[in-house]
């Protein structure tokens, strides 16, 4: 589960994005930390250490050159904010992959050589990682967030859809009512209450009628008999599970009835008293 205490400011303290469970959470942390964007601080007194006969430390005039630069004040260390976000876990051969993701890099002496060794060329794995950035900030321009807009839309279309059928069966239940007409299809003048009162409420409401018949998929439009049937089903299931619940180990009787309808098949009721 997302939790906003795990995103930490100091970037010596965070945990790996790939330590993380799901891509969703993975995708929820990478936002987060692109909202607050990389951790700097500006005039800070930052702790000096001892190069030979020189004692250096982290210049916030880093910043200015090099926007990917994050300090840790707990590790006196410099990261990628990049490199961090979206790293490739399969390749850490390129200079200071580990050291500015993991360990973080203390060599001040060095530091200008390093980041830029560290940055390396157009195909490097810190670019790979600012382009995939990138492409995350605008993901709504990207082939894979289309895909995956359109997956979570159909979830939720098909939930409204669902919803409506369900609730269309459960009221025909409790009514009593037929479901089927003698003719169903989209021209007829009375398609049975099942169709008839789906429409209706589509009719009335927009939601269900953004999904419902010629807007649903032509194999996911829940109006089969098929589907009536077992969502029948569900519901008389789901009403013995309540009766058994409320009898328990009580006495309870049986009323029984049975008569023919106009197809001259025997029709049995059961009643629970």
């Known amino acids: 589960m997302f939790d906003l205490a795990n995103v930490k400011k100091d970037p010596g303290m965070r945990r790996a994005i790939d330590e993380f469970s799901t891509p969703q959470i993975r995708d929820k942390m990478r ?9 700097r601080l500006l005039g800070h007194n930052f702790r000096k250490t001892k190069f030979g006969p020189d004692w250096r430390s982290f210049l916030d005039a880093w910043y200015t050159k090099y926007d990917w630069l994050e300090y840790s004040v707990e590790k006196d260390a410099a990261y990628c904010f990049y490199c961090f976000l979206f790293k490739s876990s399969s390749n850490s051969s390129q200079f200071g992959h580990d050291v500015f993701t993991k360990s973080g890099f203390r060599n001040w002496k060095k530091a200008s050589e390093n980041f830029k060794s560290h940055v390396g060329g157009p195909s490097s794995i810190h670019n790979n990682a600012r382009s995939n950035c990138e492409d ?6 990207s082939v894979a967030y289309a895909i995956t807009s359109q997956e979570e839309k159909s979830h939720v279309d098909y939930e409204i859809r669902l919803r409506a059928v369900v609730g269309v069966v459960r009221f025909l239940i409790e ?48 109006t089969s008999h098929e589907i009536q ?24 009787s049986l009323l029984v009835d049975e008569s023919r309808d106009v197809s001259v098949k025997e029709q049995m009721a059961v009643m629970v008293r």
Request: include cysteine; hydrophobic fraction near 30%.
């Open 31 to 39: 936002w987060a930390y692109l909202s607050r964007g990389p951790s």
């Open 136 to 141: 995350f900030r605008n993901k709504k321009q």
């Open 175 to 222: 009514q009593g009512l037929a479901f089927r007409g003698h003719d169903e299809s989209s021209t007829s003048r009375n398609k049975g209450n099942f169709r008839e009162l789906l429409d209706w409420y589509g009719a009335r409401c927009k939601e269900v009628a953004d999904v419902i018949n010629e807007n649903a998929p032509g194999n996911c439009q829940l």
């Open 229 to 252: 049937q077992d969502i029948s089903q569900a519901c008389a299931e789901e009403t013995m599970e309540v009766i058994m619940s409320e009898v328990e180990n009580a006495s309870f």
